[in-house]
């Protein structure tokens, strides 16, 4: 049952920029607005919110986005915000404008942001997941994060190409941060000799074993992908190490950095992104609040801001042995 209390409903992006974050503005926009609730489009993320810079948003506002990366909201990092009396401004902003809710679109610095607020002063948001990492607990899936793994296997298969021609081994950085998710889903997309994730301490131990037999199976190119938060260090750590343990190697190195976060968003990106946005206004319109929309075996659930502060989402184990199995 839907309550008549939430008259205004603010909209904000923020941490990294993924592919789809418009198409979720677009769907939190519209669904207020399907909603009888009018919404404001906050710039710059929390720091919108500090410096009261926001305006209203209408139907025609979010025309014509769905397909563009980035967001039209901007993001950027505030570091008034991460104090109390940053937050303190923040609410009285949103007090002086009349909003009652908030929907917050990022990863999971944004939704401990969004907890601390909403706790602090008892202010109902919810947030939608938007990062490429796709490491956030209680979804199955980020905004963002289907558009980053294509653009992650289409560079890689074109750097397979001059691998062949050269008989080369390409170790290719693929970002995550601390999260191996893009490298591992990548890898297996790709057919990766090997990847390097943070999630695994002994994945060197299982390069090494690739690289002493590698030659003897007569590989014409060799791909490993490694993931930017890598306790090894990244992708040229790992060459200048392998350079020096197997000479035998003619080793290149790519880092694809933020290609990943750009492009047109895919059509499961746009979907979700619609599917949340319209999600996150109704859960608030519902009572909802201090919690995250996400999405498990395909239907929408609902998960406290805290679980992914408290969590770290796995990576499946079964997967890593694939990559094991497929690169013989």
Do not use: W
Request: net charge neutral; glycine share 12%.
């Amino acid at each position: 049952m839907k309550t008549n209390k939430i008259k205004r409903i603010g909209v904000l992006t923020s941490g990294g920029d993924s592919p789809g974050m418009n198409a979720a503005i677009r769907a939190v926009v519209r669904g207020a607005i399907y909603n009888k609730v009018k919404v404001y489009g906050i710039q710059r993320g929390y720091q919108g919110l500090v410096d009261n810079d926001m305006q209203e948003m209408h139907s025609h506002s979010v025309s014509n986005i769905i397909q563009i990366g980035g967001t039209i909201l901007k993001t950027a990092r505030c570091m008034d915000f991460m104090t109390a009396e940053g937050r303190r401004k923040a609410y009285e902003n949103l007090v002086t404008r009349g909003i009652d809710a908030l929907v917050t679109i990022g990863g999971d610095g944004t939704f401990a942001g969004a907890q601390e607020l909403g706790e602090e002063f008892n202010f109902p948001i919810v947030g939608i997941p938007g990062t490429i990492d796709n490491d956030i607990c209680g979804t199955d899936y980020t905004i963002g994060y289907d558009t980053a793994l294509n653009t992650v296997v289409e560079a890689v298969d074109k750097i397979r190409d001059t691998a062949s021609a050269h008989n080369r081994l390409f170790f290719i950085e693929v970002m995550g941060r601390n999260a191996g998710f893009l490298t591992l889903h990548g890898g297996i997309a790709t057919g990766a000799e090997a990847i390097m994730v943070p999630e695994y301490t002994n994945d060197f131990d299982m390069l090494n074993i690739f690289l002493n037999s590698a030659q003897k199976q007569h590989k014409t190119s060799s791909i490993v992908l490694v993931a930017e938060g890598d306790e090894l260090g990244g992708a040229i750590k790992l060459a200048k190490k392998v350079e020096k343990d197997h000479p035998e190697y003619d080793v290149r190195v790519t880092i694809l950095g933020h290609i990943q976060r750009g492009g047109s968003p895919s059509a499961i990106d746009r979907v979700n992104a619609g599917r949340m946005g319209v999600s996150a206004v109704e859960a608030l319109l519902e009572g909802k609040k201090d919690m995250m929309v996400g999405l498990m075996n395909g239907k929408i659930v609902y998960s406290p801001f805290s679980r992914s502060k408290k969590e770290k989402r796995p990576l499946d184990p079964h997967l890593m042995d694939l990559i094991r199995i497929l690169s013989i």
